[in-house]
């Protein structure tokens, strides 16, 4: 088929792209040390990137304090809002410049980690932000990013990738570029105590999804199997505490720890249907991006396993079940567990079509799937997560 023609012909070229790996720093109360960092990487006025609500929580505190008492004369910029649209970066762009900024620090979620990047991205080709979707568009070093994740999910502190709404064309743009992946990512558990158990939910199922869809990729290898295997099972073993006991230091350092990696599998092998869904749900209904892959997961798993992938029974196998349906059945329990809904409300009937026709054109020739779908086949899958 085309779609497999084309994501084939594709993989010696993607092979020879070569990905960096940020230093990774993990441990509670890491973030304090961010001046020596800066320090280290010569930024003497960074540019902090994040959002109004970890700001308002205090999570920034420490930081700031340290920042300040090392004499690091910092910018603040929290205007960063869920799924950040052109506008967002366009303001983040601006205050960079005017504060001379030489660094920026991405505190935050998915949200305000992407931001950053593409903040960084348009600074240094001095392009529209507009102008950066794509691959490869960037082509130059950026300044040092330094990523500071407070939730156990996306990965962006470690992809080549930041996404980006288009809201004039109701859509979700990705930049991609190595030069994009941060110089160093801070996992520190302490920011994420105050977590509310729903958003560790999802973005937990985020991380778990990353890692599944890379290890079903046509692009996996031995690396970044192990990276998905460790992942996984590191989620079933500590995401449940975390959203239901989010005060223990031990379980979120170790989602922290399979997101990171979960982040490093995907960013090397790309993703598949589930993201490609969530993506319309995202921009169609503000859907947030963990929940939607959390709801879109098994339905995707069990159209590969009526297609008898063997790629998902190889998984299933590594992960210790018997077939590919007690792999599903146990993602299924995690997910009535941690109390992910089954449907989405917001979803229109006669939106379908449209939203399927989006997701698979968004997929076509560039994510390496086990097994191809066609436009019907998701539209099926919406109708199933649908109200009813």
Same mark, same amino acid.
């Given at each position: 088929?085309?779609?497999?023609?084309?994501?084939?012909?594709?993989?010696?070229?993607?092979?020879?792209?070569?990905?960096?790996?940020?230093?990774?720093?993990?441990?509670?109360?890491?973030?304090?040390?961010?001046?020596?960092?800066?320090?280290?990487?010569?930024?003497?006025?960074?540019?902090?990137?994040?959002?109004?609500?970890?700001?308002?929580?205090?999570?920034?505190?420490?930081?700031?304090?340290?920042?300040?008492?090392?004499?690091?004369?910092?910018?603040?910029?929290?205007?960063?809002?869920?799924?950040?649209?052109?506008?967002?970066?366009?303001?983040? &762009?601006?205050?960079?410049?005017?504060? =001379?900024?030489? !660094?920026?620090?991405?505190? !935050?979620?998915?949200? $305000?980690? %992407?931001?950053?990047?593409?903040?960084?991205?348009?600074?240094?080709? @001095?392009?529209?932000?507009?102008?950066?979707?794509?691959?490869?568009?960037?082509?130059?070093?950026?300044?040092?990013?330094?990523?500071?994740?407070?939730? $156990?999910?996306?990965?962006?502190?470690?992809?080549?990738?930041?996404?980006?709404?288009?809201?004039?064309?109701?859509?979700?743009?990705?930049?991609? %570029?190595?030069?994009?992946?941060? *110089?160093?990512?801070?996992?520190?558990?302490?920011?994420?105590?105050? /977590?509310?158990?729903?958003?560790?939910?999802?973005? !937990?199922? %985020?991380?778990?999804?990353?890692?599944?869809?890379?290890?079903?990729?046509?692009?996996? @290898?031995?690396?970044?199997?192990?990276?998905?295997? @460790?992942?996984?099972?590191?989620?079933?073993?500590?995401?449940?505490?975390?959203?239901?006991?989010? @005060? *223990?230091?031990?379980?979120?350092?170790?989602?922290?720890?399979?997101?990171? =990696?979960?982040?490093?599998?995907?960013?090397?092998?790309?993703?598949?249907?589930?993201?490609?869904?969530?993506? =319309?749900? !995202?921009?169609?209904?503000?859907?947030?991006?963990?929940?939607?892959?959390?709801?879109?997961?098994?339905?995707?798993?069990? #159209?590969?396993?009526?297609?008898?992938?063997?790629?998902?029974?190889?998984?299933?196998?590594?992960?210790?079940?018997?077939?590919?349906?007690?792999?599903?059945?146990?993602?299924?329990? /995690?997910?009535?567990?941690?109390?992910?809904?089954?449907? &989405?409300?917001?979803?229109?009937?006669?939106?379908?079509?449209?939203?399927?026709?989006?997701?698979?054109?968004?997929? #076509?020739?560039?994510?390496?799937?086990?097994? &191809?779908?066609?436009?019907?086949?998701?539209?099926?899958?919406?109708?199933?997560?649908?109200?009813?």
């Amino acid at each position: 088929m085309l779609h497999q023609f084309l994501v084939t012909i594709k993989k010696p070229f993607i092979k020879l792209v070569p990905v960096p790996k940020p230093e990774c720093i993990i441990g509670a109360g890491k973030v304090i040390e961010i001046f020596m960092l800066c320090q280290r990487y010569n930024i003497a006025r960074p540019l902090i990137v994040t959002d109004p609500m970890v700001h308002k929580l205090g999570l920034l505190d420490s930081m700031l304090e340290s920042l300040s008492s090392a004499n690091v004369e910092y910018t603040l910029y929290d205007g960063v809002k869920p799924d950040p649209d052109y506008d967002i970066v366009r303001q983040g &762009v601006a205050q960079y410049r005017n504060s =001379q900024s030489d !660094g920026i620090i991405a505190f !935050g979620g998915g949200s $305000a980690l %992407d931001c950053a990047k593409a903040i960084g991205a348009s600074v240094k080709t @001095n392009k529209d932000i507009s102008r950066l979707p794509g691959l490869l568009k960037v082509h130059r070093k950026l300044m040092p990013i330094i990523a500071i994740p407070t939730t $156990a999910g996306t990965g962006s502190e470690c992809t080549v990738a930041a996404v980006v709404s288009d809201k004039q064309n109701q859509t979700k743009r990705s930049i991609t %570029d190595p030069f994009l992946v941060p *110089k160093v990512a801070v996992l520190d558990p302490e920011v994420m105590l105050g /977590l509310p158990s729903q958003i560790t939910a999802e973005t !937990g199922i %985020d991380a778990l999804t990353h890692a599944i869809e890379s290890y079903l990729s046509l692009y996996s @290898n031995e690396y970044t199997q192990r990276l998905s295997i @460790n992942s996984i099972e590191l989620i079933f073993k500590h995401l449940r505490d975390c959203v239901f006991q989010g @005060n *223990k230091l031990k379980d979120r350092e170790q989602m922290a720890l399979a997101s990171y =990696q979960a982040g490093l599998a995907f960013t090397r092998t790309y993703i598949g249907y589930v993201h490609a869904i969530a993506h =319309q749900l !995202g921009a169609f209904y503000h859907i947030p991006h963990g929940r939607a892959n959390a709801i879109v997961l098994t339905h995707i798993l069990r #159209f590969y396993a009526s297609r008898n992938s063997h790629k998902l029974l190889d998984l299933s196998k590594r992960l210790g079940h018997d077939g590919s349906e007690p792999l599903i059945k146990s993602i299924e329990d /995690l997910l009535e567990q941690i109390e992910i809904p089954k449907q &989405v409300e917001e979803l229109e009937k006669e939106d379908i079509p449209k939203i399927a026709a989006l997701a698979i054109k968004e997929a #076509f020739g560039e994510y390496p799937v086990p097994e &191809v779908m066609t436009i019907k086949d998701c539209e099926q899958i919406l109708e199933r997560i649908a109200k009813p």
